[in-house]
């Protein structure tokens, strides 16, 4: 019973890191300043494959366009740093999903 219960701890602790590792292996954008973010933004565009890495600057130029015209209508502008801060710590498919949610 012992050895059983020390199989079942071993094996949870396993599918355990497993899971961390494989939740936290996407890279993220890090946007502390301009050139960390270009960093990071570089560093997952190199882990992508070509299709993906094109909807990725599809979608970050769609978030730009979309929050300097917000800015531009309302008079409140956070600027390029402001729009960096938005895309800080997201995957490229949560990037993404912001432009797919963003109304024509």
Excluded: W
């Amino acid at each position: 019973m012992k050895k059983l219960f020390q199989y079942s701890v071993l094996f949870l602790l396993a599918v355990s890191c497993a899971g961390l590792s494989g939740g936290c292996s996407k890279a993220r954008i890090n946007a502390k300043d301009a050139e960390t973010y270009r960093k990071s933004l570089q560093s997952m565009r190199q882990t992508l494959p070509a299709q993906k890495q094109e909807a990725l600057d599809r979608a970050i130029e769609k978030i730009f366009q979309y929050e300097r015209k917000r800015a531009a209508e309302y008079g409140s502008g956070m600027g390029d740093a402001g729009i960096m801060l938005l895309l800080d710590n997201l995957t490229a498919d949560e990037i993404i999903l912001r432009a797919q949610n963003i109304k024509k």
